[in-house]
């Protein structure tokens, strides 16, 4: 039906469906949508004569879940990809996808890119349109583009609880909390522990409301349900869990660490330990990785990076115990991830070039993970070398710097328009990287 149609016809009868959709999903009184359809406004919020005003006690009684964290991400990605794209796009990122769209504007640089693993394609275009009927975004009726409305800005500060039918959300048996998919990990264990994971949860929204950011920028619910299945007792079992790094260890690693060690106390539990055989075997590993962790086949100055005697004081941190007072179980066999590898092999006096060729990757993806390694809360030496990567005159530079220090570096494309366009993206990639992330305006 849709291939007979035009290209205007298309959008028209894509929009008509959209909107029957957006009708047929609704929570709220049939009467009001329909009215306002014609441009009349319905003064009650019941009419108590279609079906879901006199819905029956078994539909009002079914279960219904908290997504306000699942809100808070998608509304954030809407904002930070400059409310120019649709509900595909920004559903894309949330999953990190390398699709050529994303990659053009840089969005696999957000702080948002790959953080909605949890729900799938269609749940994310579910609970998208439940923040639609909400009145949280608005969307273009001719180019689909999706905008915050005020609205938004109460369910970032915890204002307003955004709430999806369990059934309809596919979810029926288990809550939002456990629907992602399990890892690679055969041992993982099927259940976490809900009675932890609210503990960890409160904990969460204290440290949340205390920084003045939403719930998800310190911890994801898979974070949260990992902690909860694992039971860490140690910073080095701290760090194995998703989305922990070095500065949410040094953050936030011995107060959830005490809460679960308290908790594992009153009720004899212990720390769950993952097979290292499985979390490291060679066969998951790279080839770059793999030489990088063979013993035998270790070059000296990479023997020496790893040795603990001549380690850096962050990742003596990481691998000691002593000043946290949390007991170490996993000794020096915890995999760094790759940004963290790439990151401190750059700060030894590796070179953009060399770490190239050991990986065998182009340079955006270097520069990637540097700035992946800088967002952690590290610092980047040497910036001679990414300088000497520039193109563009010394003055025109500075012209870059001083829009970062305006417009901060997480979002290029803002940097990119204020220049005139005149400035490529592959030297923006660069300079953001030799500009102090403390010198910028940018909000978390």
């Given at each position: 039906m849709f291939n007979d149609k035009n290209e205007q016809e298309k959008q028209i009868a894509n929009r008509q469906l959209n909107d029957m959709i957006h009708y047929a999903e609704s929570f709220s009184c049939r009467r009001i949508p329909l009215l306002k359809y014609f441009g009349e406004n319905y003064?009650?919020?019941?009419?108590?004569?279609?079906?879901?005003?006199?819905?029956?006690?078994?539909?009002?009684?079914?279960?219904?879940?908290?997504?306000?964290?699942?809100?808070?991400?998608?509304?954030?990605?809407?904002?930070?990809?400059?409310?120019?794209?649709?509900?595909?796009?920004?559903?894309?990122?949330?999953?990190?996808?390398?699709?050529?769209?994303?990659?053009?504007?840089?969005?696999?640089?957000?702080?948002?890119?790959?953080?909605?693993?949890?729900?799938?394609?269609?749940?994310?275009?579910?609970?998208?349109?439940?923040?639609?009927?909400?009145?949280?975004?608005?969307?273009?009726?001719?180019?689909?583009?999706?905008?915050?409305?005020?609205?938004?800005?109460?369910?970032?500060?915890?204002?307003?609880?955004?709430?999806?039918?369990?059934?309809?959300?596919?979810?029926?048996?288990?809550?939002?909390?456990?629907?992602?998919?399990?890892?690679?990990?055969?041992?993982?264990?099927?259940?976490?522990?809900?009675?932890?994971?609210?503990?960890?949860?409160?904990?969460?929204?204290?440290?949340?409301?205390?920084?003045?950011?939403?719930?998800?920028?310190?911890?994801?619910?898979?974070?949260?349900?990992?902690?909860?299945?694992?039971?860490?007792?140690?910073?080095?079992?701290?760090?194995?869990?998703?989305?922990?790094?070095?500065?949410?260890?040094?953050?936030?690693?011995?107060?959830?660490?005490?809460?679960?060690?308290?908790?594992?106390?009153?009720?004899?539990?212990?720390?769950?330990?993952?097979?290292?055989?499985?979390?490291?075997?060679?066969?998951?590993?790279?080839q770059p990785a793999q030489k990088r962790f063979a013993a035998t086949q270790l070059t000296q100055p990479a023997q020496k990076r790893f040795a603990a005697t001549q380690l850096t004081q962050p990742a003596q941190k990481r691998f000691t115990s002593s000043e946290s007072g949390f007991p170490s179980t996993f000794g020096g066999s915890i995999k760094p991830k790759r940004h963290t590898i790439v990151g401190e092999a750059y700060n030894n006096g590796k070179s953009i070039h060399y770490l190239m060729e050991e990986y065998n990757v182009k340079q955006q993806t270097i520069l990637n993970h540097l700035y992946k390694y800088r967002q952690e809360g590290n610092k980047i030496l040497n910036r001679k070398d990414l300088i000497s990567l520039s193109n563009i005159s010394s003055a025109k530079q500075e012209e870059v710097f001083n829009q970062f220090k305006t417009l901060g570096t997480e979002m290029l494309s803002p940097v990119f328009e204020a220049l005139d366009k005149e400035v490529p993206y592959e030297e923006l990639h660069i300079l953001r990287l030799c500009i102090e992330p403390g010198d910028c305006l940018e909000q978390t």
């Open positions: 003064p009650m919020q019941h009419c108590n004569m279609c079906d879901i005003c006199i819905e029956s006690k078994e539909k009002k009684n079914r279960k219904k879940i908290d997504i306000s964290i699942a809100a808070q991400k998608f509304l954030s990605c809407v904002k930070r990809t400059g409310e120019m794209f649709g509900q595909a796009h920004i559903i894309r990122v949330l999953h990190g996808s390398r699709d050529k769209k994303i990659l053009k504007f840089s969005h696999d640089s957000l702080s948002t890119y790959g953080i909605g693993k949890e729900y799938s394609r269609k749940q994310w275009h579910y609970m998208s349109r439940i923040f639609l009927q909400m009145e949280l975004m608005t969307k273009d009726t001719e180019y689909g583009s999706l905008k915050l409305t005020p609205k938004a800005w109460s369910v970032f500060k915890g204002e307003e609880k955004v709430f999806a039918d369990a059934e309809s959300l596919g979810n029926e048996a288990r809550d939002s909390r456990n629907i992602y998919q399990k890892s690679s990990i055969s041992s993982q264990p099927a259940d976490y522990d809900a009675t932890l994971f609210e503990l960890l949860r409160k904990k969460r929204k204290e440290l949340a409301d205390d920084m003045g950011v939403p719930p998800y920028v310190i911890f994801s619910d898979k974070t949260l349900t990992e902690l909860a299945t694992w039971r860490p007792h140690s910073r080095e079992g701290f760090l194995t869990i998703h989305g922990i790094g070095e500065t949410k260890l040094e953050k936030f690693g011995n107060t959830v660490l005490q809460i679960i060690i308290d908790y594992c106390k009153i009720n004899g539990l212990k720390e769950i330990i993952q097979p290292a055989q499985e979390r490291f075997t060679a066969t998951q590993l790279t």
